[in-house]
């Protein structure tokens, strides 16, 4: 079974530091992970992915993700938020080994970030 | 992502009635996928087809119905609306060819509420 876990409801930030957002994932083999953000009144937006390689994943409007096997994490980064960075954030996984998961992504619950001015 | 559209975009109705919600893409995608949110429970998924002769049940189907009517359309419906089911529900598509890296992407959303 797959599971993905965004420990804060929440992270605020004051705009120009560093933003993180944390999430922790449980598959049985090597995991693919995903960020998605949601703005206010629209759909969810693809914002990188990992898959292998490279454990620090770039992706849209500045963010990246670093993916720490050991710690079984995947954590979103962005070094100088913005204010047009609030957003609701959605972590995925999905086991590629397990045939029961085909096509189906995991999401956990979201986190809420809150840029000031 | 503007290539997957939802209608409608709001709707309220009242329990018991049958709804249909209609989702169409034109990205040419196999795989189309619904979605509802709830704060607080992220996405979860309610049903899945993988083409038109494919449906599968998510984890959450219980009281909702699909019908793929062509590759482009997916339509969800509540047979008889209750009022758990108001949420916002999502489409989504991913393509054949990166499917083992699921890459999906999302309508604008469909928020239901069930008086």
């Known amino acids: 079974a797959q599971s993905v876990a965004q420990p804060e409801d929440q992270v605020n930030v004051a705009e120009g530091n560093p933003l993180t957002v944390k999430c922790t994932y449980s598959?049985?083999?090597?995991?693919?992970l995903f960020w998605y953000v949601q703005y206010p009144n629209r759909g969810l937006q693809f914002l990188l992915k990992y898959i292998t390689g490279d454990n620090l994943v770039k992706g849209s409007y500045g963010f990246e993700a670093e993916f720490n096997k050991s710690q079984t994490s995947f954590h979103l980064k962005k070094p100088s938020a913005l204010v047009s960075d609030s957003a609701l954030y959605f972590c995925a996984v999905r086991d590629p080994y397990s045939t029961d998961s085909w096509g189906k992504l995991q999401f956990g619950a979201g986190t809420q970030v809150v840029v000031t001015p | 992502d503007a290539d997957v559209t939802q209608t409608p975009r709001n709707r309220i109705t009242k329990t018991g009635k049958r709804i249909m919600l209609e989702c169409s893409q034109t990205?040419?995608?196999?795989?189309m996928y619904w979605y509802r949110q709830d704060p607080g429970l992220g996405l979860r998924l309610i049903y899945y087809s993988f083409d038109v002769k494919d449906i599968n049940k998510g984890e959450i189907s219980d009281g909702y119905s699909v019908s793929r009517q062509a590759q482009a359309k997916f339509s969800l419906s509540l047979e008889s609306a209750i009022p758990n089911q108001t949420a916002l529900y999502f489409c989504a598509t991913s393509d054949l060819k990166t499917f083992s890296t699921d890459t999906q992407y999302f309508g604008p959303g469909t928020r239901l509420t069930v008086l």
């Open positions: 990205k040419g995608h196999d795989r």
């Open positions: 598959v049985s083999g090597n995991p693919y």
